[in-house]
Structures are given as C-alpha cells and as structure tokens.
C-alpha cells in the first residue's frame, strides 16, 4: 500500500516535469513508434523475398513482434535502468537512495518511470489483432488470462537480464557499456529460434533468454504446437530470472561503498 | 594548435584503454551480432541462389563486414554532447580557445581507433574462422576500404553531432538520439542492404546520407562495385561529408545566440 501510493506520488511528479517540456513528450511517443516501425519495415521487406522464414509465414512473424512490443513496453515504462551507473554510481546518487526508508531498487525504478513507453504495448495489441484475425486465430477463453500471465513474465525476465547487467556496476569501476549492446539482441528472440544454430539457441532460450519475450510464449497463441511446452515454461524462467537479478542486485549494493561528491 | 587536437585524440584513447574490459564482453556481442543476422540470411535464402543481387557468400561478408565497420565508426558522441549541454558545461567549453565540435571530432576519433584495434579486429577474426566470410585478396580493395572506412566514421560522427547538438532547440533530445540510432542502422544498410528494399524507398535513401556509412563501403568490399564505381562510392562519401559541414557549422553558430543553461 505504501509502495503504491510512493507510485502515484512519483507519476504526479512525472507528470509535472514533463508538462515543463510539453512538445518533448510528443516527440518521444514518436520517436518510440518510430523505432519499432523500422523493426516493423525489416520483417516486412524480408518477406518480400520469401515466402516463409524458418516455416513461419508473414502474418505470423508479424503477429510475434506485435506480442513482443507488449512487454517490452511494460518493462520499459517501469523498469529503465539507461545510464544508472553515470547517475547514481558516478554522481553519487546512490547514497541519498540508500539512506530512504523504501526499497533501493524500487525507488530507481520510480525515478526513471517513463509512461510514453506505453504507447508501444498498445500499438503491440493492435498488431496482435490485426494479424490474428488475418490468420484466423480462436479467442479462447484463455487467451486474456494467458496474455497477461505471459507478459507479466516476459517483464520479469527483462528485470531480471538487465537488473543483473546493471548491478554489474557495483563491481566495476567502468560504466559498463554491456546494456545498450543488450538492446540488440533482444530484438532476436522474436525470430523462429529453430533457424539458429544450436549454440545461439542455447544462448537465447537459457542464457539471455530473449526467446521467452517472444517467440515462446507468442507461439501459444499462434496454436504452433512445437513450443507449447516452451511458452508454459515461461512464468518459470521469469521468476528465476528475476530472482537472479534481484540477487545480483543486492549483492551489489552491500558492496557500494559510496563515489563522488 | 593542432597539437592541442591531437592531444584530445591520445586522451580518449587512454581513457578507453582504462575501461577496456568492456570491450572483450563487446567483440562477444558483436560475433554474436554477426551469427544471428548470418542464420537469418540463411534462413530467409532457403535453396535460392541470389536476392537483390548478392549472393549468399557475398551476403555473408556483407553482414560480417559492416558488423566490424559499425564496432569501428560507432561512437555516442550526440549524448556527450547533449549532456554537456543539459547540465550547462557546454558553456565552459564554448569559452575555452579551442573548437567545441572539432574537439568533440578528436574525440570521437581517438575512441574510434581505439575501437577499431580492441574491437574491430578481434571481432574480425572471430567473424573469419566462424562464418564462411570471403575476404578481398588485393591490396588495393583493402587500402580504398579503409579509406572508406575513415569516411563511414566522419560522416556518422557528423549526423552524431547535429543529433547532440539538436539539444539546444529541443530540451530533451533522448528521443531523436534514439531515433536516429535506428534509422541509422537501418537505412544505412547494416541490417538490410539497401538492394532489397522496395523501389521506392531504396531510391529515397540513396539521395540519403545513410548508405554512405554501411552500405556503399560494404557493397566495395564485398565486390560488387569494382573498377570505376570505387571511385563512385568514394565521391558520394565525400560530397556527403562536405555537405553536412553546413549544418555543423550552422547549429554551432545558433547555437551560441541560443545558449541558455538548465542548470549547473
């Protein structure tokens, strides 16, 4: 209840920052629509070459980008660690965090909160739709539940890959340049993973496993039967993958001994 | 004077080769960068013999190839130049007696080459003993390469700056950095050559500056420009890179009309 009302206070304050810098509000939304339009022109000018990739067709693909737009955009709303250790490690930010009575990484995540995000899950769930009803998919009755299950997991397992990336940055001096590389590979797991090689697979399903904000769980959806047993897997790896990074986390911060001024 | 700049290109250098344990998780990402888009390749020729012109071995050089480019001419030199704007240091930096932008270049250089001997050739060489890449033989095709390469590096630091430098008009330019982050990769055909966009987007992007950082000096290398077309590719980098001077010069001189600290 305390951490909910510590939300509502921060978005009020969100909102009052950002009504400072109106237009650049408008330009972020965009600028956010824009860069998954491009993902978006990629699929589409490959499958002006070909009819099927991997043994998945347009519509398909499409529709697994429109799921992973939906997490994505959660996570990225709630969970934006871009430049945490220029912020709070190099400036020292840090310390005024650890010396407040709520949770350290709840309140980082609170300060970075960043709503324009959003707009990216809706655009996803307009994707879903409009291909889904090109394939001709079912609505279950376990469609909805199953949705939100699968995308609250797909953002666990985000929190969980870049909260340990990031808590790297208590253990080394260097602001870690890891994260934005990051940003590229996740954008992988939304391909058919059988067209890699066995260790890229590995690598996507266990390691950074990107492939559980994609292609796994969209593939429920999608009655493609091969994955089921991956996308049941998925509120499994996400709960491990969060613990690991909250973990890695406080680890982290029982290190912090406090830099700058 | 000109010392002074090349100092700037030394100190950045230094100040990577501190941090470099960075950069071995980065030839890491960028193998498996080249492993993922090579798969995907593959996966999207099947049995066919050639799309858009490329053959399936000259596809591969070409996605290793402008892989190891961007591991050279990638730099953040926008969000350097946008922070330095956001917390007000800019304004000791434009009273100091030195060029802002050009040192911002230096920089961008020395980090450059920095990449270019922890990153890029490593990476290189994984790329080589992983993936069937097919290499130039001649010397000249990697002398007129790298000459390319230099100006693939000047001309994506130059749409780095206008991005940084855009922050003095829009307050909070994290968005357009982003943007043009993608649109980048995009349209200069690292993830796409640009062969195998629909018409007509491919010729709206080759009155574009984009191609000139991926695409044009990984068409070359790959050889599919030979000859008299080298010559081509090299005048388009360097009237692209002249042409953006102009804008440069011009936000560097609104700039300060403009100049108004946000805090600091």
Same mark, same amino acid.
């Given at each position: 209840m305390y951490y909910l009302g510590l939300l509502i206070e921060y978005l009020k304050n969100y909102m009052k920052t950002r009504l400072t810098y109106r237009a650049d509000f408008w330009v972020e939304v965009i600028s956010d629509l824009l860069f998954q339009a491009t993902n978006f022109i990629f699929i589409l000018v490959i499958f002006m070459h070909t009819d099927s990739l991997g043994g998945w067709n347009q519509n398909e693909v499409v529709f697994v980008y429109g799921f992973f737009m939906v997490p994505f955009g959660v996570f990225s709303c709630f969970v934006n660690m871009w430049g945490f250790s220029e912020r709070y490690i190099v400036k020292g930010e840090m310390d005024r965090i650890l010396t407040r009575p709520a949770h350290n990484l709840f309140q980082i995540f609170l300060e970075n909160?960043? @709503? @324009?995000?959003l707009f990216g899950s809706f655009i996803g769930l307009i994707v879903m739709a409009i291909s889904g009803s090109n394939l001709g998919l079912p609505f279950e009755w376990w469609t909805l539940p199953m949705l939100i299950l699968l995308t609250l997991s797909a953002v666990a397992i985000y929190t969980g890959i870049y909260t340990t990336l990031t808590s790297l940055s208590f253990y080394s001096d260097a602001p870690t340049g890891i994260l934005p590389l990051m940003y590229n590979i996740q954008t992988y797991g939304r391909y058919p993973v059988t067209i890699y090689n066995r260790a890229i697979q590995v690598l996507l399903t266990w390691i950074i496993p990107f492939a559980f904000v994609g292609i796994y769980p969209a593939a429920l959806f999608l009655h493609r039967d091969e994955m089921r047993t991956m996308a049941l897997l998925t509120p499994l790896v996400g709960a491990v993958f969060l613990s690991i990074g909250l973990m890695a986390w406080s680890f982290g911060v029982k290190r912090y001994k406090g830099a700058g001024s | 004077m000109l010392g002074a700049y090349f100092d700037f290109i030394r100190i950045r250098f230094l100040t990577m080769l501190a941090y470099r344990v960075n950069y071995y998780s980065g030839i890491l990402i960028y193998t498996l960068n080249i492993g993922v888009n090579y798969f995907t390749w593959r996966a999207i020729y099947g049995d066919g013999e050639s799309l858009g012109g490329f053959t399936g071995a000259q596809m591969t050089t070409y996605v290793a190839v402008s892989w190891m480019a961007r591991a050279f001419y990638f730099n953040n030199l926008d969000r350097e130049i946008s922070t330095d704007i956001r917390d007000g240091s800019i304004a000791i930096q434009f009273i100091r007696p030195y060029n802002y932008v050009l040192v911002k270049m230096m920089q961008g250089l020395g980090e450059g080459l920095f990449r270019f001997m922890m990153l890029m050739i490593p990476g290189m060489v994984i790329a080589i003993l992983l993936f069937p890449v097919q290499l130039p033989t001649e010397p000249s095709a990697w002398a007129g390469f790298l000459v390319m390469l230099f100006f693939s590096f000047l001309i994506s630091s130059q749409i780095n700056i206008i991005t940084g430098l855009s922050a003095f008009f829009v307050e909070n330019n994290e968005g357009m950095m982003r943007m043009k982050r993608v649109v980048v990769d995009l349209f200069s055909g690292l993830i796409v050559p640009i062969t195998l966009f629909p018409d007509w987007l491919s010729s709206v992007l080759k009155v574009l500056p984009f191609q000139a950082i991926t695409y044009l000096p990984g068409s070359v290398f790959t050889g599919r420009v030979q000859g008299v077309g080298i010559w081509n590719v090299l005048g388009i980098q360097v009237i692209w890179f002249l042409i953006l001077l102009i804008p440069i010069v011009w936000l560097n001189h609104a700039a300060r009309q403009r100049l108004f600290v946000q805090g600091g």
């Amino acid at each position: 209840m305390y951490y909910l009302g510590l939300l509502i206070e921060y978005l009020k304050n969100y909102m009052k920052t950002r009504l400072t810098y109106r237009a650049d509000f408008w330009v972020e939304v965009i600028s956010d629509l824009l860069f998954q339009a491009t993902n978006f022109i990629f699929i589409l000018v490959i499958f002006m070459h070909t009819d099927s990739l991997g043994g998945w067709n347009q519509n398909e693909v499409v529709f697994v980008y429109g799921f992973f737009m939906v997490p994505f955009g959660v996570f990225s709303c709630f969970v934006n660690m871009w430049g945490f250790s220029e912020r709070y490690i190099v400036k020292g930010e840090m310390d005024r965090i650890l010396t407040r009575p709520a949770h350290n990484l709840f309140q980082i995540f609170l300060e970075n909160v960043d @709503p @324009p995000s959003l707009f990216g899950s809706f655009i996803g769930l307009i994707v879903m739709a409009i291909s889904g009803s090109n394939l001709g998919l079912p609505f279950e009755w376990w469609t909805l539940p199953m949705l939100i299950l699968l995308t609250l997991s797909a953002v666990a397992i985000y929190t969980g890959i870049y909260t340990t990336l990031t808590s790297l940055s208590f253990y080394s001096d260097a602001p870690t340049g890891i994260l934005p590389l990051m940003y590229n590979i996740q954008t992988y797991g939304r391909y058919p993973v059988t067209i890699y090689n066995r260790a890229i697979q590995v690598l996507l399903t266990w390691i950074i496993p990107f492939a559980f904000v994609g292609i796994y769980p969209a593939a429920l959806f999608l009655h493609r039967d091969e994955m089921r047993t991956m996308a049941l897997l998925t509120p499994l790896v996400g709960a491990v993958f969060l613990s690991i990074g909250l973990m890695a986390w406080s680890f982290g911060v029982k290190r912090y001994k406090g830099a700058g001024s | 004077m000109l010392g002074a700049y090349f100092d700037f290109i030394r100190i950045r250098f230094l100040t990577m080769l501190a941090y470099r344990v960075n950069y071995y998780s980065g030839i890491l990402i960028y193998t498996l960068n080249i492993g993922v888009n090579y798969f995907t390749w593959r996966a999207i020729y099947g049995d066919g013999e050639s799309l858009g012109g490329f053959t399936g071995a000259q596809m591969t050089t070409y996605v290793a190839v402008s892989w190891m480019a961007r591991a050279f001419y990638f730099n953040n030199l926008d969000r350097e130049i946008s922070t330095d704007i956001r917390d007000g240091s800019i304004a000791i930096q434009f009273i100091r007696p030195y060029n802002y932008v050009l040192v911002k270049m230096m920089q961008g250089l020395g980090e450059g080459l920095f990449r270019f001997m922890m990153l890029m050739i490593p990476g290189m060489v994984i790329a080589i003993l992983l993936f069937p890449v097919q290499l130039p033989t001649e010397p000249s095709a990697w002398a007129g390469f790298l000459v390319m390469l230099f100006f693939s590096f000047l001309i994506s630091s130059q749409i780095n700056i206008i991005t940084g430098l855009s922050a003095f008009f829009v307050e909070n330019n994290e968005g357009m950095m982003r943007m043009k982050r993608v649109v980048v990769d995009l349209f200069s055909g690292l993830i796409v050559p640009i062969t195998l966009f629909p018409d007509w987007l491919s010729s709206v992007l080759k009155v574009l500056p984009f191609q000139a950082i991926t695409y044009l000096p990984g068409s070359v290398f790959t050889g599919r420009v030979q000859g008299v077309g080298i010559w081509n590719v090299l005048g388009i980098q360097v009237i692209w890179f002249l042409i953006l001077l102009i804008p440069i010069v011009w936000l560097n001189h609104a700039a300060r009309q403009r100049l108004f600290v946000q805090g600091g």
